[in-house]
């Protein structure tokens, strides 16, 4: 019986803040697709503001629950631009808790709702979610041969010719480090020998076909590159081992003490052109995350295992920032949830919003 309870609360601390989540999507998508519709009498330019802003509404509470909900405590190594710019994040990939870490620093820049990802092709298919990240100037992409150049210039064109400001998230690796598949380890390790390039043993060989397509559609519109290192305190065990990174649920349920995070910005006129000379430089830099890595996990100091060389500062997030996100959200909910019309149009938006952005996305990849 108690150990029931125990285990019943341990998932309490995950199903509570995912229904939360979960449970605003329905209203916040009614909200867009209000403006979407009122905005077809402005120019682009306008709408694409105001959806920024009710992205950063959203993503607001999303920081609420991993963030202030969660206890986890930020420290970062460099310094973050106080104003905002238009940049590709060029992040280590190791869990899918990944791409809230890019939110965090976006937060903190006030760029919250210029947040758009490359993502992988199978994303598409998330119920809502799928959908609106591609109207919100996301790209799926596939990998290897299916990879789809054109369709990927097209979006960027798209945002960049209607003066959408871009942070625009990539993880080249493709996919996500995990040490115990070594079998992924491996084959990312003879891709590198096969062409001449330095074997890693903290990150994945870094491709560079999405980094490079989105660098050379946008140069004139960007200034800058956020090259980003992310480390999770709690993934080494105590024989010396790293192990995975902590998934959204393990991370929900405060599995997770602390986030180092490596922040360096390359300004984009010092970034080559020439995809040869570009795939040597994507290369080093991760070489550099690659040593970054390896003092953070094989320090033989034990002032320095567990942390990234250099200075560091905490980094609190105020609940001003995230709260009244919170508060938004839920008031426009619950009026739905408390009448029957309003449960009827709340499943209807769940299921129309998903049939017919499953249509959209593969119609208008």
Excluded at 22 to 28: E, I, Q
Excluded at 98 to 117: C, E, F, K, N, P
Excluded at 253 to 271: A, G, N, Q, Y
Aim: aromatic letters at 12%; hydrophobic letters at 40%.
């Amino acid at each position: 019986m108690l150990l029931s309870l125990v285990v019943h609360t341990y998932s309490l601390r995950y199903w509570f803040p995912a229904t939360i989540m979960l449970g605003t999507a329905p209203a916040y998508l009614l909200s867009w697709g209000l403006w979407r519709a009122l905005s077809t009498v402005f120019p682009a330019s306008v709408y694409h503001k105001l959806d920024d802003r009710l992205y950063c509404i959203y993503q607001s509470m999303v920081l609420f629950f991993f963030e202030n909900y969660t206890g986890v405590e930020i420290v970062i190594y460099g310094d973050i631009p106080k104003n905002k710019e238009n940049v590709i994040y060029l992040s280590n990939h190791q869990c899918t808790a990944d791409w809230i870490i890019a939110d965090m620093l976006a937060i903190r820049q006030s760029a919250l709702g210029h947040v758009r990802y490359v993502l992988k092709d199978g994303l598409k298919w998330l119920p809502l979610y799928g959908w609106y990240f591609s109207q919100h100037g996301g790209i799926y992409v596939k990998r290897s041969a299916k990879f789809n150049e054109r369709s990927m210039k097209k979006k960027l064109l798209t945002q960049t010719q209607c003066g959408a400001p871009m942070y625009l998230v990539i993880f080249p690796e493709g996919t996500r480090y995990n040490p115990e598949l070594k079998n992924v380890i491996a084959d990312s390790q003879a891709f590198a020998t096969k062409e001449g390039l330095a074997v890693l043993k903290h990150t994945l060989t870094p491709r560079m076909k999405a980094s490079h397509i989105a660098l050379e559609t946008m140069r004139g519109h960007l200034n800058a590159v956020y090259d980003i290192t992310v480390a999770y305190e709690g993934t080494l065990n105590t024989s010396g081992q790293r192990t995975p990174a902590p998934s959204m649920p393990e991370f929900l349920c405060k599995e997770c003490p602390r986030i180092h995070i490596h922040f360096d910005r390359v300004d984009i006129k010092e970034i080559p052109s020439e995809p040869v000379f570009f795939r040597r430089w994507l290369h080093d830099r991760f070489e550099i995350k690659d040593r970054l890595l390896t003092d953070f996990y094989e320090s033989q100091d034990a002032d320095n295992i567990r942390r990234f060389p250099g200075e560091s500062k905490h980094s609190p997030l105020n609940l001003s920032k995230t709260l009244p996100s919170v508060i938004i959200l839920g008031g426009l909910t619950l009026p739905l949830l408390l009448t029957e019309t309003g449960r009827k149009l709340y499943v209807r938006t769940w299921v129309c919003g998903t049939l017919l952005g499953w249509l959209w996305v593969n119609a208008f990849p």
